[in-house]
């Protein structure tokens, strides 16, 4: 918005170079994780903005946490880059969602140490590739702009020593930190399937066949087969794999709970056919396969292994068991022993050696259904050699993905990787902006506690105040400087309903904090979901969450019993206006559990026409004259296509129970027939959700909102919402 709220409200001005006068100025940096921007820090007077009288907006108040954005990043790894999960498994980065549980690490004292975080956001693109080859033989696909950790600092994969590409970057001199080479799991096949369960079986199971008298039958034949354990993932997974094998089991609960041991769940079979089927299955190969070795430490681990104190090992009591399991081992090139306590029932065990490294790399090798070896907590150290060997250049563009996550890094096979970002190539939803708008962020580090003091008078009334009007508040610099969760609390603190409108899933950081404020404050949540189209998305938006993690923002609002009305925005003409392109996007929205929904074509103003008209022509020409037409003399669209989108999108708000009705949930504040436009336009309103309910001051009633909304005069300049 721009009105009032393009004031800074700084303290004393300060001049940079290049830049304009800035109050309050405290320092101007420029980090290496956002190459291509300067945040100036500063120390702001006002945290609130007033919104004019004159304003078709429904609200009197906002907040600017940012000015400018740093919305976008470099997109840094191949999709095929594993990624070390929270359970200790790996997955691929391409298959990485928003909400996943993954390991990062953080310092603690002088020592860094692994910690599990989560998945704020996920983008792909397309980005000249490397490779960097470690001296244990790791091998990692990345752009030049990303960083790994080393034993001197975060470095760049490729950087010059001098001229505008001067950064730190790697050499032949350099060690990265982790544990290194790790390997991928092998595919479920018949062999692995077989040595899982020959594991499992002989492991911890009770599979006999025995004979007694019985009284009127000609004999007393039992046959028995029962695993109980208190680990069900592996129970699970020896269901599946008898299953497979057409075998038929069925589940009891075999012990209780107690002070001191966990509940014990079971499989069992007494059927004849399957137990010598299982007997068939379990017996010893007189040749083992790769295949069947690797699912035969799967199956031997779950039913008898574990990993506590530093120390993974197997324990068993039968020879042959553990004869086979110490082959399985030196097969694959481990370093194990046998270790023998003495004990009566003559358990021994079969103890792993090498750390963490060899721990991670036997898990990620054989797969087991049991995770046991999560590293949270554990300090960063480890014997591989993680020397750099070399850097190649690939010369081909690649498929190139990226995350940010709670801690700012992961680790990607086997090495700590940080999170990426970089200056946009464009920004063409955030309809003001431009150069210095994408590269330089002014920062308001003391935006919670000027805004607690100006909610603190006795003068304030307790307006509504609305966050993400012009610069969204959870953009990727959110997660640097950590400005929200003060903002939220102040407001939800002095009993001041709020919105926020973002299309940052770093707003899923603060999810419990805005559970708790509701329950103090009516609050409005409102997400923007721009382009369906996945093709479309990565050409126009390579720098913004996909659709997909936008919807499961969505989800998490609404699993967590929030509001949240989403904004189909902008719709394209003649790209994504058709009715299968609707009603797809308009399904997810309401699947994820939206409570209200508003469609906006999209409007062109200067700077953002450029840019978009450069990049129609060069992907559908044939299209140019048609856009030439629609937006020949302003901004937005024509009221002829507007109406033709609103009858079109009418029956499919219906369809997806979206439209106004009584008794739901996901109603619309205005008539179906009136949702296209822009917010602030006389024909569109707000989603459902998106605005605080409950008639607190400074919210206009919503007949005298239609009454402006539908007033039909042009909308001022004065009178925009940038759809983030």
């Known amino acids: 918005?721009?009105?009032?709220?393009?004031?800074?409200?700084?303290?004393?001005?300060?001049?940079?170079?290049?830049?304009?006068?800035?109050?309050?100025?405290?320092?101007?940096?420029?980090?290496?994780?956002?190459?291509?921007?300067?945040?100036?820090?500063?120390?702001?007077?006002?945290?609130?903005?007033?919104?004019?009288?004159?304003?078709?907006?429904?609200?009197?108040?906002?907040?600017?946490?940012?000015r400018g954005c740093s919305h976008s990043c470099v997109y840094c790894l191949s999709g095929d880059t594993r990624i070390l999960m929270a359970d200790g498994s790996q997955r691929n980065l391409s298959d990485l969602r928003v909400g996943d549980r993954i390991v990062g690490t953080e310092k603690r004292g002088t020592y860094r140490h692994y910690v599990e975080t989560e998945v704020l956001a996920h983008w792909s693109t397309v980005k000249p590739a490397h490779r960097v080859i470690l001296r244990d033989g790791t091998e990692i696909v990345a752009s030049g702009d990303h960083r790994f950790l080393t034993g001197r600092g975060w470095k760049h994969v490729t950087g010059s020593m001098s001229g505008a590409g001067q950064r730190p970057y790697l050499t032949t001199n350099d060690s990265l930190l982790g544990f290194g080479r790790t390997v991928g799991a092998l595919d479920a096949c018949d062999d692995y399937r077989r040595g899982y369960l020959t594991g499992m079986v002989r492991g911890d199971a009770d599979l006999k066949v025995y004979r007694y008298a019985r009284s009127g039958r000609k004999h007393g034949d039992v046959h028995r087969f029962r695993l109980a354990l208190a680990d069900r993932e592996g129970l699970h997974r020896t269901h599946a794999d008898l299953t497979q094998e057409g075998v038929t089991t069925d589940w009891f609960d075999f012990t209780p709970a107690t002070e001191r041991r966990r509940a014990m769940t079971a499989i069992r079979t007494s059927a004849a056919a399957s137990v010598a089927r299982i007997m068939r299955l379990t017996e010893w190969p007189g040749e083992t396969t790769t295949a069947w070795q690797r699912g035969f430490l799967a199956g031997i681990f779950d039913a008898g292994g574990s990993r506590s104190q530093g120390v993974l090992r197997i324990s068993n009591a039968d020879d042959e068991i553990l004869r086979r399991t110490g082959e399985a081992f030196a097969a694959f090139g481990f370093d194990a022993v046998l270790e023998d306590t003495g004990l009566t029932n003559r358990v021994r065990t079969v103890r792993l050696r090498g750390g963490l490294r060899e721990h991670l790399r036997f898990v990620h090798l054989v797969d087991p259904a049991v995770r046991k070896c999560t590293v949270d907590g554990m300090a960063v150290k480890s014997d591989a050699d993680l020397r750099v060997v070399c850097i190649e250049d690939l010369g081909r563009e690649m498929p190139m993905f990226d995350i940010t996550t709670g801690t700012g890094d992961f680790v990607a096979n086997g090495v700590i990787s940080h999170?990426?970002?970089?200056?946009?190539?464009?920004?063409?939803?955030?309809?003001?902006?431009?150069?210095?708008?994408?590269?330089?962020?002014?920062?308001?580090?003391?935006?919670?506690?000027?805004?607690?003091?100006?909610?603190?008078?006795?003068?304030?009334?307790?307006?509504?105040?609305?966050?993400?009007?012009?610069?969204?508040?959870?953009?990727?610099?959110?997660?640097?400087?950590?400005?929200?969760?003060?903002?939220?609390?102040?407001?939800?603190?002095?009993?001041?309903?709020?919105?926020?409108?973002?299309?940052?899933?770093?707003?899923?950081?603060?999810?419990?904090?805005?559970?708790?404020?509701?329950?103090?404050?009516?609050?409005?949540?409102?997400?923007?979901?721009?382009?369906?189209?996945?093709?479309?998305h990565n050409g126009l938006e390579p720098g913004v969450p996909t659709p997909k993690a936008r919807l499961d923002l969505v989800r998490a609002l609404a699993d967590a019993g929030l509001p949240c009305g989403v904004f189909l925005a902008p719709v394209l003409p003649a790209l994504t206006d058709g009715v299968d392109d609707l009603d797809a996007a308009l399904g997810a929205i309401a699947a994820a559990g939206a409570t209200g929904v508003t469609v906006i074509p999209l409007h062109l103003r200067p700077g953002a026409r450029e840019w978009f008209m450069a990049w129609l022509a060069r992907e559908h020409p044939e299209l140019v004259p048609r856009y030439q037409q629609l937006y020949a003399r302003r901004a937005y669209v024509p009221a002829e296509y507007r109406t033709w989108l609103a009858q079109r999108v009418a029956p499919l708000l219906t369809k997806h129970s979206l439209d106004r009705h009584s008794g739901g949930t996901a109603r619309k504040v205005v008539d179906p027939v009136i949702t296209s436009g822009v917010p602030g336009d006389p024909e569109v309103g707000f989603p459902d959700g998106s605005l605080p309910t409950g008639g607190m001051p400074g919210v206009r009633p919503k007949s005298e909102l239609a009454s402006v909304l539908r007033a039909g005069t042009a909308p001022d300049e004065g009178d925009q919402l940038t759809l983030l």
């Open 1 to 66: 918005m721009r009105w009032d709220a393009q004031r800074l409200d700084l303290e004393e001005p300060t001049t940079l170079p290049g830049m304009p006068s800035i109050r309050g100025l405290l320092r101007s940096v420029q980090v290496p994780e956002f190459p291509g921007l300067t945040f100036h820090e500063v120390r702001a007077k006002s945290a609130l903005n007033h919104v004019p009288g004159e304003s078709a907006m429904p609200f009197p108040w906002t907040i600017n946490p940012y």
């Open 419 to 536: 999170n990426c970002f970089a200056r946009k190539t464009h920004e063409w939803l955030e309809m003001d902006s431009g150069r210095d708008f994408d590269s330089q962020v002014v920062v308001k580090t003391n935006l919670a506690d000027v805004l607690r003091r100006e909610l603190s008078r006795p003068s304030w009334k307790h307006e509504h105040v609305a966050l993400g009007t012009n610069t969204d508040p959870y953009q990727r610099a959110e997660g640097r400087y950590k400005l929200m969760p003060g903002v939220i609390r102040a407001l939800a603190d002095s009993g001041t309903p709020f919105s926020i409108l973002t299309k940052g899933t770093l707003l899923r950081r603060d999810i419990p904090l805005l559970v708790e404020a509701a329950g103090q404050v009516p609050l409005g949540l409102g997400v923007s979901l721009a382009i369906w189209d996945d093709e479309l």
